[in-house]
């Protein structure tokens, strides 16, 4: 699959698209985990949620944040890649601009900048959060979800105790939205085990 360059706030950033044959076919945004402990939009689990989307027919974007692989600037731990995503999610929804419906999605660090992302631009149908780390980071702004979705958490999680999440589950939602969540039992944060089980679930819910 041949590299991309996105426009970036910071310069350019580099990316992967996969375009789906059906103009109309919904599109996804997936957000990689912090490059500080070696995340970059090649990590397993961000491949797998990339495949997962465009098995199930969606236009598909990952990318590299703003001073990881050919991407350009300094990464910030958070303002600065939260520009990266709005930069990104512009380019993928001027690219497929008749795309039925549109989803984020991110692994740790990636799934924080996911959800700040859907809160701040709106216009979001679903979304995927793999092992939200809350509790070391400020996910304060997810006050009521608006959006439907899915979290994935394994039970075998050494850096993000289970408990933190079904808190950030649990806080309320709007009216008509779900949030599910699927711990998938014996994982760790990076699911070196339980990826098949990762990918299944998170197929059968797009699939929706």
């Given at each position: 699959m041949p590299?991309i360059?996105?426009?970036?706030?910071?310069?350019?950033?580099?990316?992967?698209?996969?375009?789906?044959a059906?103009?109309?076919?919904?599109l996804?945004?997936?957000?990689?985990?912090n490059p500080?402990?070696?995340?970059?939009m090649?990590?397993?689990?961000?491949?797998?949620?990339?495949?997962?989307?465009?098995?199930?027919?969606?236009?598909?974007?990952?990318f590299?944040?703003?001073?990881?692989g050919?991407?350009?600037?300094?990464?910030?731990?958070g303002?600065?890649?939260?520009?990266?995503?709005?930069?990104?999610?512009?380019?993928?929804r001027?690219?497929?601009?008749?795309?039925?419906a549109?989803?984020?999605?991110?692994?740790s660090?990636?799934a924080?900048?996911?959800?700040?992302?859907?809160?701040k631009e709106?216009?979001?149908?679903?979304f995927?959060?793999?092992?939200?780390p809350?509790n070391?980071?400020?996910f304060?702004?997810?006050t009521?979800w608006?959006?439907s979705?899915?979290?994935?958490?394994?039970?075998?999680?050494?850096?993000?105790?289970?408990?933190v999440?079904?808190?950030?589950?649990?806080?309320p939602?709007?009216?008509?939205v779900?949030?599910?969540?699927?711990?998938?039992?014996?994982?760790s944060?990076?699911?070196?085990?339980?990826?098949?089980?990762?990918v299944?679930v998170?197929?059968?819910?797009?699939?929706?």
């Open positions: 590299s360059t996105i426009a970036g706030p910071a310069g350019s950033l580099e990316g992967r698209f996969h375009r789906a059906l103009p109309a076919a919904p996804a945004l997936v957000l990689h985990p500080k402990f070696g995340g970059t090649n990590t397993l689990v961000v491949y797998s949620l990339f495949t997962a989307f465009q098995d199930a027919g969606f236009s598909v974007l990952r590299n944040f703003r001073g990881v050919r991407s350009t600037g300094e990464f910030t731990g303002a600065g890649e939260l520009a990266d995503a709005q930069a990104a999610w512009a380019w993928l001027a690219e497929c601009p008749q795309a039925n549109k989803w984020v999605a991110g692994f660090f990636g924080w900048i996911a959800l700040q992302l859907m809160a709106g216009g979001c149908d679903g995927v959060a793999v092992a939200p809350a070391n980071l400020d304060g702004f997810v009521e608006r959006t979705g899915l979290i994935v958490h394994g039970t075998a999680d050494s850096l993000v105790p289970e408990a999440v079904n808190q950030l589950v649990s806080r939602c709007a009216a008509g779900t949030v599910d969540y699927v711990p998938v039992v014996g994982a944060h990076f699911f070196d085990t339980g990826q098949e089980e990762l299944r998170v197929r059968e819910r797009i699939s929706k």
